[in-house]
């Protein structure tokens, strides 16, 4: 059985040659992946490398060679041919079918939804993902969101540069003449650096216009900002082939992608097998929690070669665009929000009496909410993980108690610690804490 120690250990020897691999003839990525035996994966895991075409060892160079093992981690050379971005282009073959399950989505949709067709007015046509809010700005805005190369004309160019900043639904291609959304932001590739994401946000023009509901995979209740995992299964529904599924075959992957205009690297990418065609770039990766069944965004798509799908985890164009996504029943418009559980126990000890007050911060989907600020007064915890506070040796009397984070609105309301007889002027009537006090963060709504 392979431990967490097993994947690290393989990790490190992964970075330590990733770069003197990726110089030898062939090779387009390097990851830590499962061994494939027979033309199948099996359980064990040592170092990939996708090479274009296998070549016979005695027509490489000594320097082109590849080991069999480094540091007793076993090498794995797998032919993959090459990867390029996964937007639409003109003579590629979809080899997986369009399994809509009665959609179309090639066509125009009433909101923008994820799933279906989208692109800037000069290239062909890619996929619409979640739908965003920008933080740090003065007020909420809406976006849509897919990959720098469906929303830009060049994603190697500057904003200044680009040669339309107009995002059409349906892309082009599919006969789009309507502009949704026009380009706000996005991550310039280069290509004489590693690149994180391929990504990029678009202003709706209409705020209402969107959706959070993906067809066929259902409502996305949370954002998955775990690691990636070897063996995770990944769903995503695509302009090109609909909805598919696969698992993930390699983590932390350095590979080289074409795109029209150049070739760029990118680090910490995840591969599975293959689950896309040209024309589902922009797709959402979605996972699946196993202790309530709920989806989650955690990858997008972005490209690929015909048996292999390359994904990057949104986290970086979340920390990168300065996004989030808007979930199911999350929207700015509904009153929808963050509960604030509160509890209390009475400290031990002599003196003034003092209490401990406790609690989970979670959404109103049943997540919990990380690095949420709770105040009793003065006393301020911040909360975990797992959305836990504890705030120790709060004397009796009246509070304000709150919790807040940014980009949401503060709701708060005066209580009563302990037996203190006090008066309190508040169109809230005081709580006193001989029960739990339920409280809001409403959610956006500024």
């Known amino acids: 059985m392979t431990t967490i120690n097993d994947v690290n250990r393989v990790l490190a020897t992964q970075m330590k040659y990733e770069k003197d691999l990726l110089k030898r003839a062939n090779v387009q990525s390097v990851g830590v992946g499962y061994i494939m035996k027979g033309g199948k994966y099996t359980e064990e895991i040592g170092i990939t490398v996708n090479v274009s075409k296998k070549s016979e060892i005695n027509a490489l160079g000594i320097p082109d060679r590849l080991p069999t093992e480094l540091d007793g981690i076993r090498v794995d050379v797998i032919e993959k041919g090459f990867f390029v971005d996964e937007s639409l282009q003109h003579g590629t073959e979809n080899l997986l079918g369009y399994n809509a399950q009665g959609h179309d989505f090639k066509s125009e949709v009433g909101k923008m939804t994820p799933g279906y067709s989208q692109g800037n007015k000069t290239i062909t046509a890619g996929t619409t993902g979640y739908p965003a809010r920008r933080t740090g700005t003065e007020e909420c805005i809406i976006l849509t969101t897919s990959n720098a190369h469906v929303q830009c004309s060049d994603p190697s160019l500057t904003m200044s540069e680009q040669a339309s900043l107009e995002i059409y639904q349906p892309g082009k ?14 991550e310039q590739i280069y290509s004489d650096k590693r690149n994180k994401c391929d990504s990029a946000a678009s202003t709706l023009r209409d705020q209402t216009d969107y959706t959070t509901v993906i067809p066929i ?14 063996g995770e299964i990944i769903e995503k529904v695509g302009r090109t082939t609909g909805y598919t599924k696969a698992r993930a075959v ?8 074409g795109y029209a205009t150049l070739k760029a690297p990118f680090e910490r990418c995840i591969i599975t097998e293959n689950m896309s065609a040209g024309g589902d770039s922009g797709s959402m990766g979605i996972v699946t929690r196993d202790i309530d069944k709920a989806k989650g965004y955690k990858y997008r798509l972005f490209a690929g070669s015909p048996n292999a ?15 989030y996504p808007i979930l199911s029943g999350e929207e700015p418009d509904s009153e929808s929000g963050i509960e604030v559980n509160f509890e209390l126990e009475a400290d031990d000890g002599s003196g003034t009496r003092t209490y401990t007050v406790f ?16 105040s009793i007064g003065m006393y301020q915890d911040m909360t975990t993980v797992l959305g836990k506070y504890k705030i120790e ?10 919790a807040s984070k940014e980009n949401y609105e503060t709701d708060s309301k005066e209580v009563v610690i302990g037996d203190a007889e006090k008066t309190v002027e508040s169109e809230v009537e005081a709580d006193t804490y001989s029960k739990p006090f339920m409280g809001w963060l409403l959610d956006w709504d500024n």
């Open 250 to 257: 390699q983590i932390n992957v350095v590979v080289k992608v």
């Open 309 to 323: 799908t390359i994904y990057f985890h949104i986290r970086e164009e979340m920390s990168d665009l300065r996004i």
């Open 173 to 186: 291609h599919d006969g789009g003449n309507n502009v949704r959304a026009d380009l706000t932001c996005f």
């Open 359 to 374: 609690g989970v911060v979670g959404s109103t989907a049943g997540n919990p909410v990380k690095d949420a600020l709770v």
């Open 393 to 402: 040796k709060v004397p009796e009397g009246v509070y304000q108690a709150s």
């Open 217 to 230: 995979i259902g409502a996305i209740t949370y954002v998955d900002e775990s690691d990636p995992v070897l």
